[in-house]
T-cell receptor
Framework: EPEVTQTPSHQVTQMGQEVILRCVPI?????FYWYRQILGQKVEFLVS????????KSEIFDDQFSVERPDGSNFTLKIRSTKLEDSAMYFC???????????FGPGTRLTVL | QKEVEQDPGPLSVPEGAIVSLNCTYS??????FMWYRQYSRKGPELLMY????GNKEDGRFTAQVDKSSKYISLFIRDSQPSDSATYLC?????????????FGSGTRLQVQP
């Protein structure tokens, strides 16, 4: 059964550096999402992407963040200048679109030092 | 008032017990309700999906939605040690254009052999 994959599984970076987190969604999914989960806290929505543009974003998703689907398969989240508080698990999710069932990837653990 | 409230637990039960997990919510626009299972430092795994009010059964799992009370439940019958995980409720107001999921904080379940 196809699964959402994410790379890297763990990324360590210095404060102020740029990071790119990558996701390969399931091929027949139409909507794509990024969520994050700070350790011990709830899963929070960041942004959704449909038809090659952002369809919805939260207040967390500020100018530091951007998303792209550069080649029709990968889906990326870029954080331009990381802060300590960006340390979290970042999850990519996909949805076919007929209903709202979202399937999550295994996550990337981002550690900002 | 939080949009979605969930008792964090931990909930500890003996193997074979019936487990009841619950969430309450405040936003009456929520129409799509999901339950996810999350193992430590892993991505959420979709267990059950329900639209609007009613019951849905899948094997040992039953999901219930009571929109009049803004209350959803997940029942696990014949619980197994492998069911030990954190259970997340999630919901969306897709019919209003908000496909993003709003999550509860999760209930940690321990099934003792």
């Amino acid at each position: 059964e196809p699964e959402v994959t994410q790379t890297p599984s763990h990324q360590v970076t210095q404060m102020g550096q740029e990071v790119i987190l990558r996701c390969v969604p399931i091929s027949n999914h139409l909507y794509f999402y990024w969520y994050r989960q700070i350790l011990g806290q709830k899963v929070e929505f960041l942004v959704s992407f449909y038809n090659n543009e952002i369809s919805e974003k939260s207040e967390i998703f500020d100018d530091q963040f951007s998303v792209e689907r550069p080649d029709g398969s990968n889906f990326t989240l870029k954080i331009r200048s990381t802060k300590l508080e960006d340390s979290a698990m970042y999850f990519c999710a996909g949805e076919r679109g007929a209903n709202n069932e979202q399937f999550f990837g295994p996550g990337t653990r981002l550690t900002v030092l | 008032q939080k949009e979605v409230e969930q008792d964090p637990g931990p909930l500890s039960v003996p193997e074979g017990a019936i487990v009841s997990l619950n969430c309450t919510y405040s936003n009456s626009a929520f129409q799509y309700f999901m339950w996810y299972r999350q193992y430590s430092r892993k991505g959420p795994e979709l267990l059950m999906y329900t639209y609007s009010s009613g019951n849905k059964e899948d094997g040992r799992f039953t999901a219930q939605v009571d929109k009049s009370s803004k209350y959803i439940s997940l029942f696990i019958r014949d619980s197994q040690p492998s069911d030990s995980a954190t259970y997340l409720c999630a919901m969306s107001a897709k019919d209003t254009g908000r496909r993003a999921l709003t999550f509860g904080s999760g209930t940690r379940l321990q099934v003792q052999p």
